[in-house]
């Protein structure tokens, strides 16, 4: 097996393991997304519990803001993080098409490789039949 062959199988190993890279991102952006829902469900929630004709009403109120701070403190934890998984992503989709292009090459630079064996195998051939035919 030519030595370019032997890229052509390792650049796909490496392909394979970038695209196992891109899934994991795409898969925490989708995480944080969820992340991000459930907040705004949370406070939606803790919004409509917001009850003025209830006699208990103030006694809760404390809480319930202390609960929209940190929701919101979350919510911006899982915005900042969501931004830099999604920088990694572009990088490794980036590199992903990188490798792509190099692998493209050397496999024509494997298939020209092999073609060209394969030719000089046939010109050997016929040389060795004309030679042995002018003996």
């Known amino acids: 097996m030519s030595d370019a062959a032997d890229r052509v199988k390792r650049l796909n190993r490496i392909l394979k393991v970038q695209a196992q890279k891109r899934l994991l991102e795409e898969w925490r952006i989708g995480q944080l997304r969820e992340q991000r829902a459930a907040l705004e469900k ?39 993080e969501e931004s830099a998984v999604e920088a990694r992503l572009r990088d490794v989709r980036r590199v992903e098409k990188s490798i792509e292009k190099v692998r493209d090459r050397t496999k024509r630079e494997a298939g020209a490789e092999a073609e060209a064996e394969q030719r000089d195998a046939s010109i050997d051939a016929f040389l060795a039949r004309t030679a042995s035919s002018f003996e």
């Open 42 to 80: 949370s406070d939606a929630e803790i919004l409509a519990s917001l009850d003025i004709g209830n006699a208990l009403h103030g006694l809760f109120l404390g809480a319930k803001v202390n609960n929209l701070r940190r929701n919101e403190t979350e919510r911006q934890k899982a915005v900042a």
